[in-house]
């Protein structure tokens, strides 16, 4: 059987399949506080590597549908990006006045 | 530096000059040179090399030109390029990431950085300890460039040059489709209006396009004998007639890198970053690889067969003579073994599944070694090789396989990032691979803020090649 203990589930954060599984019988069995205890998709791949492995895990653990479990807040931007970058990026279309409901935007967020 | 070999330039690596293939990236140049290790983990100092080769993860990030975290694999490799691994000193940093490996079996989860958090001062010294242990925490050099990171074939800029871009705003699209594989395709042909097509490669096709073509050029009439291969080229090469209708903006080369509700997309190209807004959004960006999970499933030589793709069709990773394993699920175990075949590979195969009756015979011909039914359970490192167990389900893993690659055709997970962060409500589903949209393919949905969202082919779980071939019937 395989080892938990080698078996990595986030590359990023160094975070093993054993670590999931013991932080999830520590009382952590949401997937957002998952997240944040663990380091699980929180590293330089923003998840790409990891977050629906760890769903699938995190749905046998709770023994429900996969379904069942809610994805963990993704924000972006959704790749490294340099402050260089952003500095070159024209702001008025990211905070401007065009985006009158931006002050929504958590709640909305929150809700789902 | 010496006179220089046609072909090849000289790249300082950890401080020594080493002549490697021009016109490649620094990942793929490296591992020609059998330096497999690129990187080691940030906490338990696992090590780690060329994975992805798109630059999704953390496996190759390297010091380039003295700037940290730079990707290898999208960094081409010129004269004077100075490529440093990012881990810590040997002296404290090895030894002591060791300890944390027995530790992290100990103590609990996130002990690292979640002890000492008071009193304050005690939590700073701390931090100023773990944070160069994880090899990532060194400022660039002073002087260094602190540009944007430059793909391959892309000039390296450096700050001077990323200030003097030109603030760009694309302005509202009414529709842009993201991914120009089979599923992109057909939704670009359909595109009305001002219309934008993204995609990450340089030619259109997707994913595969580049494989499978090396891979019919290669076999000739012998690509019959692979079925499979067969059919899904001759799906894909019927989708010249799908070309983009004239008028279709096209950003080849580009990447979706975020995305602001209600309509806000940030486009990152060869000219860096833009934004743009768009009514409506066709998300067909395919699928990631999965790295399955068995013990040892970060060792450096396993990739997975988009990252063999990539690093064989654009960065020309030369294979000729290394022995190499391809294992799992799909359409992708076959043309990542035909791929390594065509560039001179010696190629084990091992389907995990049972099944493929014509393709075994053919794998047989071909000169294949063939170890079917099995599925790994273990790799471990052996040097500049891999060595991988495998076995039955649910049986002993007995059959041992050395080699210097071994791609894991695990099935892939649909990306769903972006539309994520514009509002996309999707559930996980096993049996398409990934989060998707609740609705199957091509249903239009409305978002909150107003954006019509369509995600389709793979990204919405469907088999590769399925909405082509739908729409050509």
């Known amino acids: ?112 | 530096m010496g006179a220089a070999t046609p072909g090849t330039v000289t790249i300082l690596f950890e401080g020594r000059d080493l002549s490697v293939r021009e016109g490649t990236s620094v990942a793929v140049a490296l591992w020609e040179k059998n330096v497999r290790v690129l990187s080691h983990s940030p906490k338990y100092g696992h090590p780690r090399g060329l994975y992805c080769a798109r630059g999704h993860c953390t496996s190759c990030l390297m010091r380039i030109d003295g700037v940290p975290n730079v990707r290898a694999c999208e960094t081409p490799v010129r004269d004077g390029l100075r490529v440093q691994r990012q881990d810590p000193g040997a002296f404290y940093g090895r030894p002591l990431q060791r300890v944390m490996a027995a530790a992290g079996q100990v103590f609990p989860v996130g002990f690292y950085y979640k002890w000492f958090t008071r009193p304050a001062w005690l939590s700073r010294c701390f931090l100023r300890l773990i944070r160069p242990l994880t090899g990532v925490g060194r400022l660039p050099d002073r002087g260094a460039s602190s540009g944007p990171a430059a793909g391959v074939g892309e000039p390296a800029s450096d700050g001077a040059a990323a200030a003097s871009l030109a603030r760009r705003d694309l302005g509202l699209f009414d529709c842009v489709v993201v991914g120009a594989g089979a599923a992109g395709l057909v939704a670009a042909a359909h595109a009305s209006g001002r219309a934008l097509l993204v995609d990450d490669h340089a030619t259109l096709g997707g994913q595969r396009r580049g494989a499978l073509d090396a891979v019919a050029a290669a076999l000739g009439q012998d690509l019959a004998r692979l079925p499979v291969l067969a059919g899904a080229h001759a799906t894909l090469s019927r989708a010249a007639g799908l070309q983009p209708r004239s008028g279709l903006g096209l950003a080849l080369g580009g990447v979706i890198v975020g995305a602001y509700e209600p309509d806000l997309l940030l486009l990152r190209d060869q000219r860096g970053l833009s934004l743009l807004r768009t009514r409506r959004l066709v998300w067909a960006a395919g699928a990631l690889d999965a790295s399955g999970g068995f013990a040892g499933n970060d060792r450096p030589g396993l990739l997975g067969p988009r990252g063999l793709y990539r690093a064989v069709t654009r960065d020309g990773l030369r294979v000729e003579g290394r022995r190499a394993l391809v294992t799992g699920v799909g359409l992708d175990l076959w043309l990542a073994a035909a791929l390594l075949h065509a560039r001179g590979a010696k190629v084990v195969i091992a389907p995990s599944e049972p099944g493929w009756p014509e393709e075994l015979k053919a794998a047989g011909a071909l000169g294949w070694t063939v170890h079917a039914g099995l599925r790994v359970e273990e790799a471990t490192a052996g040097g500049a090789d891999i060595e991988l167990r495998l076995g039955p389900p649910g049986g002993d893993a007995r059959t041992r396989v050395r080699c210097e690659l071994a791609v894991i055709c695990a099935r892939g997970k649909p990306a769903y990032d972006i539309p994520y962060q514009l509002g996309a409500r999707l559930i996980l589903d096993e049996s398409r691979g990934g989060y998707v949209p609740r609705e199957a393919d091509r249903v239009e949905s409305r978002l909150p803020g107003g954006l019509l969202l369509t995600v389709t082919g793979e990204a919405a779980g469907l088999p590769p090649g399925a909405v082509l071939a739908a729409a050509q019937r």
């Open chain 1, 1 to 112: 059987m395989t080892n938990p203990h080698e078996c990595m589930l986030c590359r990023c954060e160094d975070v093993t399949l054993a670590e999931f599984r013991a932080a999830f019988k520590e009382g952590f069995t949401e997937f957002e506080s998952l997240k944040r205890y663990t380091g699980v998709g929180t590293g330089f791949c923003q998840g790409k590597g990891c977050l629906a492995e760890a769903a699938v895990e995190l749905a046998r653990l709770r023994g429900v549908a996969p379904a069942e479990v809610s994805l963990t807040n993704i924000r972006p931007p959704a790749a490294t990006l340099t402050f260089s970058e952003l500095a070159a990026l024209p702001l008025t279309p990211l905070i401007g006045d065009s985006r009158p409901d931006a002050g929504d935007k958590p709640a909305g967020k929150e809700a789902r």
